[in-house]
């Protein structure tokens, strides 16, 4: 480390180091294909170091990384640097605490930019202290001076931002910040995709929640990240001892399981399923199939819900089988 007018900044070889150490975990993570994404470094108020244009970031040499200035000179390295070095260096100038710029395109936050979908549900109390709300810029033709036009805006307020249908891009006080940064990113956007697109249920941070989680990210210095929307309500406060409505009455002293009267669906080329303990029908399913016997439902009574359906499944494989 050294300090230059009163602020420290890496070695010219702490810089590369980390910039190489960065590279490979963006390229083991599949943060970026081919030769995507670019990071950079200041090593002094108005110097960094970063990556050069076409070679995979999972296979960097030191010797491969250019140092220039923020008018575009090439101060050291035999390589040009990558066309989008121009968001990194507008990064620097919009945000002078900014110590370093990771973009890469990950795929889950990707598709959120793709989709046009910020990431700003408030579900994740990690999310909210350590990166905040994330949204989108507008699409701009990446290497031309529109994107890093695009970011400005956000720069000074936001610890990260979703470049529409290109990628992602962070900042951070170093490179790994930077870069964790960029993971929390993908991290958000997957259990968003988790809980809206598959589960299809989020239990959102009331208001009271999300302003605590602010008051402990200044605490820890961090004064960027946005506010994300928060719900009127709290619906988090209970325990969930079961998602599933009761089907027994054991609670009550009856441990007989009560059949459901519910209507009956034939699907083609299905076994019939029955309530355990309901009688029997006695029509096939019309694909060589047979119904479950009482006294198979019998022996079945006993076992869990989990283990019937891994039965009834089986069962209806093995006949699938004999077609």
Not at 122 to 138: T, W
Not at 240 to 257: A, C, D, F, R, W
Not at 299 to 323: D, F, G, H, P, S
Request: glycine share 8%; hydrophobic share 35%.
């Amino acid at each position: 480390m050294m300090t230059i007018q009163g602020k420290r900044y890496p070695s010219d070889f702490e810089a590369k180091k980390a910039i190489l150490e960065i590279g490979k975990r963006m390229y083991m993570k599949g943060f970026v294909a081919a030769n995507d994404g670019n990071i950079s470094c200041k090593v002094g108020p108005n110097i960094i170091w970063t990556t050069p244009t076409g070679v995979s970031k999972g296979f960097m040499t030191m010797d491969m990384l250019v140092k220039m200035d923020f008018n575009g000179e090439i101060l050291a390295g035999n390589r040009k640097p990558s066309s989008e070095v121009k968001m990194h260096l507008r990064v620097y100038e919009e945000n002078p605490e900014v110590m370093a710029v990771t973009h890469a395109h990950p795929p889950v936050a990707t598709s959120f930019a793709i989709a046009g979908i910020s990431l700003d549900r408030p579900i994740l109390p990690e999310a909210i202290v350590q990166l905040g709300s994330v949204p989108i810029a507008h699409y701009a033709t990446p290497g031309t001076q529109e994107v890093p036009d695009s970011i400005a805006p956000f720069c000074k307020t936001h610890n990260g931002v979703l470049l529409a249908n290109h990628g992602a891009l962070s900042w951070g006080r170093d490179v790994f910040e930077a870069f964790f940064r960029l993971e929390s990113i993908e991290y958000y956007a997957t259990v968003l995709m988790y809980t809206g697109q598959i589960i299809g249920k989020q239990n959102e941070l009331s208001c009271d929640q999300v302003n605590e989680l602010i008051n402990t990210r200044k605490k820890l210095g961090i004064n960027t990240g946005g506010i994300p929307n928060c719900s009127t309500r709290t619906t988090n406060t209970q325990d969930v001892l079961s998602s599933e409505p009761l089907q027994t009455e054991q609670v009550m002293g009856i441990s007989q399981i009560q059949p459901q009267s519910q209507p009956q669906t034939h699907l083609s080329g299905v076994t019939p399923l029955v309530s355990p303990g309901a009688p029997s029908q006695d029509t096939g399913c019309g694909c060589g199939g047979t119904v479950i016997a009482p006294k198979e439902q019998a022996t079945m009574t006993n076992k869990t819900k989990e283990e019937i359906i891994a039965e009834v499944v089986r069962r209806v494989t093995e006949e699938v089988a004999k077609l």
